[in-house]
């Protein structure tokens, strides 16, 4: 089964960083517009920053786009997603996939956790 597979994900304190990376097959990642989505428990998946195939044009959802970044290396197949500044309100499981989101490359996630 073809999937992205994330990491990087943990226990931060509040105002404290981290950088999930999110890996997947070339097929599925190369030429493909990208995406970082999250997810709490209860709600439904949301859309937070995506980057086109080809890393020069980003966009950033409004409620945090002063402290995330989101980037990508096609040599690796890789995207990453630098969050600063965290809040416990960032806490939630984060995916990647292709942006718009191909619903079959769903991965595990990575659990984020903000708490002091």
């Known amino acids: 089964q073809v999937q992205f597979v994330e990491s990087g994900g943990g226990l931060v304190q509040p105002g404290g960083s981290l950088k999930l990376s999110c890996t997947g097959p070339?097929?599925?990642?190369?030429?493909?517009?990208m995406g970082w989505y999250r997810q709490v428990p209860g709600s439904e998946r949301d859309f937070l920053a995506s980057i086109a195939w080809h890393g020069t044009t980003t966009f950033i959802r409004e409620s945090v786009r002063d402290r995330f970044n989101i980037s990508r290396d096609n040599a690796k197949n890789t995207v990453y997603l630098q969050m600063d500044s965290l809040k416990s309100e960032d806490t939630a499981i984060y995916y990647c996939?292709?942006?718009?989101?191909?619903?079959?490359?769903w991965g595990q996630g990575t659990q984020v956790t903000v708490s002091s």
């Open positions: 996939n292709n942006y718009p989101a191909t619903t079959d490359y």
């Open positions: 070339e097929n599925i990642f190369k030429r493909f517009d």
